[in-house]
């Protein structure tokens, strides 16, 4: 009978240890689903605020081309990461394509004569890296520097004066009249001096002008709307935009 009672002690011992274990390794479970799923909701979270970055720009309403040369060079930046941060990886390449460039230059080349005297030479743009030579960035870039050089306001006025209509020699004339209010001492020499932009400078930026103020939306004919997410870990990858008017 003792050693019965005994039995029953122990067997009892063994089950309330193995309740014990077993509530612990249940436990232990718990906290780690719970901590993975804190984990998966913090992950993402930091994808959801990184998309939103370039989310805004695909406004039903559209955006302006002075966006677009924003969202080029975020694009450009991300592109020089590497590794992950904040769940982003950056291993993910983004690209960007920008079309119906064809349609502006018709409607805005800077000479009605000859419509392909046009700042770009192709319908399309598609890049992702910072190798752009030829590409719309470098295009832009140009006109981005030419403001910090010869002042913005003063490419404006310049540009305004010219006049598609006209014949070179009548553009000249006016823009040479206008130059000498910015330049009443003379001192610049020639279309091509160090001082004065070239008229070739000035009848571009006026269709660079017109780029900034134009209106593109995300082109919704392409892959995943216009808007293509990565199906690893669901960020941006792709990007399309198309001008409209």
């Not at 910090?148 to 006016?174: A, P, Q, R």
């Not at 001096?193 to 593109?216: C, H, M, N, V, W």
């Amino acid at each position: 009978m003792e050693n019965a009672s005994k039995a029953l002690l122990i067997a009892g011992g063994i089950l309330v240890a193995l309740l014990i274990i077993g509530g612990l390794l249940l436990m232990f479970n718990t906290i780690g689903d719970y901590q993975r799923a804190q984990d998966s909701n913090k992950k993402t979270s930091q994808i959801a605020e990184f998309n939103m970055d370039f989310e805004r720009y695909a406004d039903d309403k559209g955006i302006k081309g002075a966006d677009i040369v924003s969202l080029i060079n975020k694009v450009i930046d991300y592109n020089k990461k590497s590794g992950i941060d904040n769940s982003v990886d950056y291993s993910i390449k983004m690209t960007l394509t920008v079309s119906g460039l064809d349609k502006f230059n018709r409607k805005y080349a800077y000479d009605k004569l000859n419509d392909t005297n046009s700042l770009f030479n192709q319908d399309s743009f598609s890049f992702g890296t910072n190798n752009d030579n030829n590409s719309l960035r470098s295009i832009l870039k140009n006109f981005t520097a030419n403001e910090g050089t010869l002042g913005i306001e003063k490419l404006k006025v310049l540009s305004s004066v010219y006049n598609v209509d006209l014949n070179k020699e009548d553009n000249v004339n006016k823009i040479r009249e206008k130059l000498k209010e910015f330049y009443p001492n003379g001192e610049y020499k020639t279309w091509n001096g160090s001082s004065a932009p070239t008229l070739d400078t000035i009848k571009k930026y006026r269709q660079y002008s017109e780029f900034k103020s134009s209106t593109f939306k995300i082109d919704q004919s392409q892959e995943g709307g216009g808007v293509v997410y990565n199906e690893k870990n669901g960020q941006i990858q792709k990007l399309y935009f198309k001008f409209v008017k």
